[in-house]
């Protein structure tokens, strides 16, 4: 039978409260918000808390927004994020991915924005569409609060700035008025698999590319190009590969689903589909600057 202690906190601070009270009797406590990825990895005893902090009963919105940002909750679910009217316009690149996350009605109800994040793996969509949105990362915990940007926040693979005492209380995007269109593409190998390469690419105002890409290092990449080179598949990998060569090999992600250098040869066809669509968008008035 199980000691471990479960806790179902309502507000932020009984939850940091509760963090808090763990760390100090030397504890492990394990955040839960969806229990998409937190449940499987008890279920297989990878992880093996002392304390669990249920996050289904917290009493925050999952998303509000004024004129200059949106903020999402630790209960924002990427099914949420598509019933929301102003997502589509306000959270252009969330909305794009969260339209094609893997793992069908059943994983888009339950999985969280903010659950992704922090897992931080290098693979998933979510992280590399943050730091593409210019999102900052609010934590909390007993002591008080702290924020920085996502790109800051993802040291490393599986590895956020997180403290045993803290949790995500919320993240906030600014809403970019240079920001004039979006796409997004990831390559998987089959429909239920995690991505292997993923890309969000922003086209600003002034003609340019900004593109994030997810799972070709640890944490996400994010490069500025022309519009020009964005928008010629060839041009742009050159570009990314002479910017890539600044690496070393072993600077590539690699797991079961692909080694680094398929991860790079890739990476510029990924970015290419994902630009299209951005331009594509652009062009057709479905974004308008």
């Not at 990825?37 to 999952?62: C, F, H, N, Y």
């Not at 045993?164 to 593409?185: I, K, Q, T």
């Not at 290092?217 to 050159?238: C, E, I, M, T, Y």
Request: proline share 6%; net charge neutral.
């Amino acid at each position: 039978m199980s000691n471990r202690r479960i806790v179902r906190p309502r507000t932020i601070t009984e939850a940091t409260n509760a963090l808090a009270e763990a760390a100090a009797e030397g504890g492990r406590a394990l955040v839960v918000g969806g229990g998409t990825i937190a449940v499987p990895q008890l279920s297989r005893r990878e992880v093996d808390p002392t304390d669990i902090v249920d996050l289904g009963d917290l009493e925050v919105p999952r998303m509000w927004h004024d004129e200059e940002k949106v903020c999402l909750g630790p209960a924002a679910s990427y099914q949420s994020l598509l019933d929301t009217p102003c997502a589509e316009r306000n959270m252009p690149l969330l909305h794009l991915m969260a339209k094609g996350i893997t793992g069908g009605i059943q994983i888009r109800s339950q999985g969280t924005i903010i659950g992704s994040l922090v897992c931080a793996r290098p693979y998933s969509d979510a992280p590399a569409v943050l730091v593409a949105h210019a999102a900052h990362v609010m934590l909390a915990s007993s002591r008080g609060t702290r924020t920085m940007p996502a790109e800051q926040f993802l040291t490393g693979p599986e590895h956020p700035d997180l403290r045993p005492d803290e949790l995500v209380a919320r993240v906030v995007l600014p809403l970019r008025a240079e920001a004039v269109s979006h796409g997004y593409y990831k390559l998987k190998f089959a429909e239920s698999s995690w991505p292997v390469v993923t890309c969000a690419c922003t086209v600003l105002a002034d003609g340019t590319a900004e593109l994030t890409l997810g799972g070709v290092f640890g944490v996400p990449w994010k490069v500025h190009v022309s519009g020009g080179v964005a928008n010629d598949p060839r041009q742009l990998r050159s570009a990314l590969e002479d910017r890539m060569s600044a690496f070393a090999e072993d600077d590539f992600w690699a797991d079961i689903r692909a080694d680094g250098a398929y991860r790079r040869r890739v990476a510029a066809t990924v970015a290419s589909r994902a630009s299209r669509q951005a331009f594509a968008r652009l062009s057709s008035g479905t974004e308008q600057p």
